[in-house]
C-alpha cells in the first residue's frame, strides 16, 4: 500500500510569507506526528495529533507555526511570516496508536 | 526527558569492514529504542528496534544492535559493510508517543 506522503517535496518562498505543507499519512493510521530536521541534526519533534485533535503541541517553537488535520486524516502545518531560520526539512510520520512510526519523504523549505 | 547521544557525527569505513556506530541514552525508565537509516532525499526508515527482551536485536541489511543497560547503549553494527549502506543513521529514543533523536551519523564506504 502507499505510504506517508508529502507536498511539495520543495518549497522556496522569502522572508515573511506565509506557507503550508501537506501531509498524507497511511489510510487507517489514527496518530500523526511533525518533525522538523535542521541542517546537520536529528528531525525534532513539532507536533503530535491523535485523530482530529492536537494530543501534543509543545514542541511548536512559536504561535507563528499551526497545524490542523480537520478530518482525522490529511494535515497541513502552517507557517506564518516566515523567517530564515525557519528552513528546514519538516517530516511527517503516522501511525497506529502506540505503534510504529512511518515517515515520509518530508518537505525542504527554503526561506530566502 | 529523554534523550540520546550519538559519538561520531561523520565514519567512513572500507567496504568489508564492520560498521560501528555508537549511540548513549539517557531515561530514567526502562527505553524504547530505535535506529532508522535515511538515503538522501528519502525519509527514515526503521532499521531496528528495542522494546523489551532479548537484548541484540536484528533488523534489515544485516544490521544489529545490542541493548546495555550498565553501559547506557545501544550501538550498531554490521560485520561487512556494503557500498549500499551510505547514509545517515539516526539513533532515537521513544519518549510516550514522540522519538527524540540523536544528532545523526553519517557513514561512508570506501571501495
Known amino acids: 500500500g502507499a505510504g506517508v506522503s508529502q507536498t511539495p517535496s520543495n518549497k522556496v518562498t522569502e522572508k515573511g510569507k506565509y506557507v503550508e505543507l501537506r501531509c498524507d499519512p497511511i489510510?487507517?493510521?489514527?496518530?500523526l506526528y511533525w518533525y522538523r530536521q535542521s541542517l546537520g541534526q536529528g528531525p525534532e519533534f513539532l507536533i503530535y495529533f491523535q485523530g482530529t485533535g492536537a494530543a501534543d503541541d509543545s514542541g511548536l517553537p512559536n504561535d507563528r507555526f499551526f497545524a490542523v488535520r480537520p478530518e482525522g486524516s490529511v494535515s497541513t502545518l502552517k507557517i506564518q511570516r516566515t523567517e530564515r531560520g525557519d528552513s528546514a526539512v519538516y517530516l511527517c510520520?503516522?501511525?497506529?496508536?502506540?505503534?510504529?512510526?512511518?515517515f515520509g519523504p518530508g518537505t525542504r523549505l527554503t526561506v530566502l | 526527558a529523554q534523550s540520546v547521544t550519538q559519538l561520531g557525527s561523520h565514519v567512513s569505513v572500507s567496504e568489508g569492514a564492520l560498521v560501528l556506530l555508537r549511540c548513549n541514552y539517557s531515561?530514567?525508565?526502562?527505553?524504547?529504542l530505535f535506529w532508522y537509516v535515511q538515503y538522501p532525499n528519502q525519509g527514515l526508515q526503521l532499521l531496528l528496534k528495542?522494546?523489551?527482551?532479548?537484548?541484540l536485536v536484528k533488523g534489515i541489511n544485516g544490521f544489529e544492535a545490542e541493548f546495555k543497560k550498565s553501559e547506557t547503549s545501544f550501538h550498531l553494527t554490521k560485520p561487512s559493510a556494503h557500498m549500499s549502506d551510505a547514509a545517515e543513521y539516526f539513533c532515537?529514543?521513544?519518549?510516550?508517543?514522540?522519538?527524540?533523536f540523536g544528532a545523526g551519523t553519517t557513514v561512508t564506504v570506501r571501495a
Open positions: 531515561s530514567s525508565v526502562p527505553p524504547y
Open positions: 489510510s487507517g493510521h489514527t496518530a
Open positions: 532515537a529514543v521513544k519518549d510516550d508517543y514522540k522519538l527524540s
Open positions: 510520520a503516522s501511525s497506529s496508536r502506540g505503534g510504529e512510526q512511518f
Open positions: 528495542y522494546t523489551t527482551g532479548a537484548t
